[in-house]
């Protein structure tokens, strides 16, 4: 089976565009790959997090994983943190990335933009991000388009280290489901649905309540007119309500425009809420169970065990060829 290896950051509150672009792929996945999924916690404190917050956030994220159809049991699950091999390797690559590729990230124009002082962890994250993906010598990543840039990176990278020390590495493809992968925010169909909206009416929280979740979408942006049509270039904000309704109810999104023919916004965002509620209660109930039963850290230790031994011995084959003593 091909490898599959992805990770979330534990910062913000995962949201429905989440679950439909990756962690419903990732369930599905597991089943036909070998799987290993990060809570990517290291790469969260390049920016500054509370810690009792990032303690939470971390476990509030695992517990998702699970309570989205991950099965430890049968995918490799862990905090990026719990595996050494990460920092270790990360620091190796980042001297192999050259300052140019680095600047020319626009995540990190994006998200420097404005400051008066940036972390250097914020500068080098993505080669950390290859060290991520090259540990486990991962075939495909599951990646959104804002992430492709750093993909690219990897594979410069693990192209530059195989051509210097010899073939190591095995060179990355990017995983991109050809459904559902690009959820827009509900107040600005231009932008992806995003957990670090400033705007909480942006996006729906995978752990919103039905009454919360029905509020969002009641004051969802819609286009001119009241046509529900899918019409991505001349309604973009209709016609991302109307994925969001075919991703939650599997139905067409043909069968949706008949359905809703001459009816207008309200009686389609109403039945739109009531779809999400739907799909997110049963996960809800499931991610409670998960958090009251005390085998989360069970869980999360055996998966890190897992990946560690795989991880090592991927560092030691780069700190022999790297000319590094072992022992």
């Given at each position: 089976m091909k490898r599959v290896l992805s990770g979330m950051q534990p910062s913000g509150k995962l949201t429905l565009g989440n679950y439909i672009g990756a962690l419903k792929n990732f369930a599905e996945l597991q089943h036909t790959h070998e799987c290993y999924f990060m809570i990517v916690d290291l790469h969260a404190i390049t920016v500054p997090q509370e810690p009792a917050a990032l303690r939470e956030q971390s476990e509030a994220v695992a517990a998702l994983y699970i309570a989205a159809g991950i099965d430890p049991a049968k995918s490799t699950m862990f905090l990026q943190s719990h595996v050494r091999q990460h920092a270790e390797l990360g620091w190796m690559l980042t001297t192999l990335t050259y300052m140019g590729e680095l600047e020319?990230?626009?995540?990190?124009?994006?998200?420097?933009?404005?400051?008066?002082?940036?972390?250097?962890?914020?500068?080098?994250?993505?080669?950390?991000?290859?060290?991520?993906?090259?540990?486990?010598?991962?075939?495909?990543?599951?990646?959104?388009?804002?992430?492709?840039?750093?993909?690219?990176?990897?594979?410069?990278?693990?192209?530059?280290?195989?051509?210097?020390?010899?073939?190591?590495?095995?060179?990355?493809?990017?995983?991109?489901?050809?459904?559902?992968?690009?959820?827009?925010?509900?107040?600005?169909?231009?932008?992806?649905?995003?957990?670090?909206?400033?705007?909480?009416?942006?996006?729906?929280?995978?752990?919103?309540?039905?009454?919360?979740?029905?509020k969002k979408i009641s004051r969802a942006v819609t286009d001119s007119g009241r046509e529900v049509k899918y019409d991505p270039h001349n309604k973009p904000e209709v016609s991302n309500l109307i994925s969001i309704y075919a991703q939650c109810s599997k139905k067409p999104i043909a069968e949706i425009e008949a359905l809703y023919d001459g009816q207008g916004y309200g009686p389609f965002k109403k039945d739109l809420a009531e779809q999400v509620v739907a799909l997110l209660e049963p996960l809800q109930e499931r991610y409670r169970s998960i958090r009251e039963s005390g085998e989360l850290h069970s869980a999360l230790r055996q998966g890190a065990e897992r990946a560690a031994e795989q991880a090592e011995k991927t560092l030691r084959e780069v700190k022999e060829k790297m000319g590094f003593i072992l022992f």
């Open positions: 020319r990230m626009t995540q990190f124009k994006d998200k420097s933009a404005g400051k008066e002082s940036v972390g250097a962890g914020l500068f080098t994250y993505p080669s950390l991000m290859a060290a991520d993906i090259l540990l486990y010598n991962a075939d495909l990543v599951p990646v959104g388009d804002d992430q492709k840039q750093h993909l690219e990176l990897t594979r410069d990278l693990a192209h530059r280290f195989n051509q210097r020390y010899g073939e190591t590495f095995v060179i990355p493809e990017p995983y991109i489901p050809q459904v559902g992968a690009r959820i827009m925010s509900l107040d600005d169909a231009s932008n992806k649905m995003s957990k670090s909206n400033p705007n909480q009416g942006s996006f729906i929280a995978l752990l919103d309540a039905p009454d919360v979740i029905r």
